[in-house]
């Protein structure tokens, strides 16, 4: 399972990447700040059955809650 949760979070991090405009490095950061990866990780029962529009929006609406102006 570890190789499907590491697949969708690579797709992720490129995808929310280009959405935003922000680079690898960037959205990596980000991500660990917040805490992106381990909500990802906890809640990948439910996402790996949404599509990658859906979750990109929720990790959007995460950050937004967190204060993060993007």
């Known amino acids: 399972m570890l190789d499907e949760v590491l ?7 490129r995808q929310f990447g280009k959405r ?11 991500f660990n700040k ?4 381990d ?3 906890r809640c990948y029962d ?3 059955t949404c599509g ?5 929006d929720d990790i959007t609406e ?3 809650a967190k204060g993060v102006a993007i």
């Open 39 to 41: 909500y990802l990780e």
């Open 20 to 30: 935003f405009h922000i680079d690898s490095i960037g959205t990596n950061s980000l």
């Open 52 to 56: 990658d529009e859906y979750i990109l």
């Open 46 to 48: 439910y996402f790996h």
């Open 7 to 13: 697949f969708m979070e690579t797709r992720l991090l």
């Open 34 to 37: 917040y805490g992106i990866w």
């Open 62 to 64: 995460v950050l937004r």
